[in-house]
């Protein structure tokens, strides 16, 4: 626990929990229920690690009909739950509440369909974004966004994010490469949104659900566009007297019409 104001738990999910407990293996069964104190610990914080906060109990789902059944189970009888992918953010967006289940979607983590002449992958939504780029590397082709962290952030909590990154600049947002997604409603409804291609007719739902945050619903497949790899690449380090000339620097260069792959400043 720490100094952080956390959301008063509700007493009467608390005083349930064993029952809430018994359900979840019902719906999930095998090793995909936590609930010891000592085994929750790993999912106690985020990357956020200054805060942290058990939660009333882990499940961790293998398929779209499970994550339904616990998002309509908890729906149903008013218990919170709290999305989770790799646990890399620093938002705190996937910390834990104490009256809360923590749905964990790291076992989702297979690549679904590679189509390299349209350049989209299909990918469940805890593979990581350096997983998209090791599947289709042998074609020379690589999925663009990285939040510094693409070896263990998941693609599925870039979605829920909406997350960037260094390259963000040249190739844009997570919202610039997702084409489409399934996802689950909190009321268990499964739907689908976009799909194989940018610019899907009616309303921008993709949009909508793009940084969200998992408050509006549980993602549980990805498309993403991929792209070519560059002939090749160059790094540079560049050092400056003062941070006001770096940022001048930058400015110089975006201002020549050159847009670099990726810039830090460290």
Known sequence: MSGLAMPKPDAETLR???????????????????????????FESDGLTAYRQLPLVVVLPETVAQVSRVLKYCNERNIRVVPRGSGTSLSGGALPLEDAVLLVMSRFNRILGV???????????????????????????YYAPDPSSQIACSIGGNVAENSGGVHCL??????????????VLMNGEVVRLGGSHLDQEGYDLLGVMTGSEGLLGVVTEVTVRILKKPETARALLIGFPTSEQGGQCVADIIGAGIIPGGMEMM
């Open 16 to 42: 349930r929990r064993a029952e809430i407990v018994a359900d979840m293996r019902i719906i999930v069964p095998g090793e995909g229920v936590v609930d010891t104190a000592n085994e929750m610990r790993a």
């Open 115 to 141: 189509d390299y002449p349209n350049r989209i992958v299909v990918a469940q939504p805890g593979v990581t974004n350096l997983g998209i780029t090791t599947a289709v590397e042998q074609e020379g082709f």
């Open 170 to 183: 040249k190739y844009g947002l997570t919202a610039n490469n997702v084409l489409g997604i399934e996802m």
